[in-house]
Nanobody, 122 residues
């Protein structure tokens, strides 16, 4: 059974940093593409960034480029999202996802975590 478990969300102030973690179990971590998405209230789920098997990074939302960084530790089956210079508009539920091929659309990812809430106050 494949499981993705996110952690690290919380309530922070504008300008602060957070690091989200996503630990995968039940599938070969190194054979999957891992991505981060987020969904703000009343908005569609948005692709943030992904990391491929080879460690190549595919950026998504321009609003987070230069502030959010993805990384992974394959021996821990864990992918991270380092979020710096957080803004109130970054408030959302953040999801980790796993897929067999690279892509920016939700439908290409077949396993999802439960989501972790990030709230940024002004």
């Amino acid at each position: 059974q494949v499981q993705l478990v996110e952690s690290g969300g919380g309530l922070v102030q504008a300008g602060d940093s957070l690091r989200l973690s996503c630990t995968a179990s039940g599938h070969p971590f190194s054979s999957r593409v891992m991505g981060w998405f987020r969904q703000a209230p009343g908005k569609e789920r948005e692709f943030i960034v992904s990391i491929t098997r080879a460690g190549d990074i595919a950026p998504g939302a321009k609003s987070v480029q230069g502030r959010f960084t993805i990384s992974s530790e394959k021996d821990k089956n864990t992918v991270y999202l380092q979020m710096d210079s957080l803004r109130p508009e970054d408030t959302a539920v953040y999801y980790c996802a796993s897929g067999p091929v690279f892509g920016t659309t939700q439908g290409l990812y077949d396993y999802w975590g439960q989501g972790t809430q990030v709230t940024v106050s002004s």
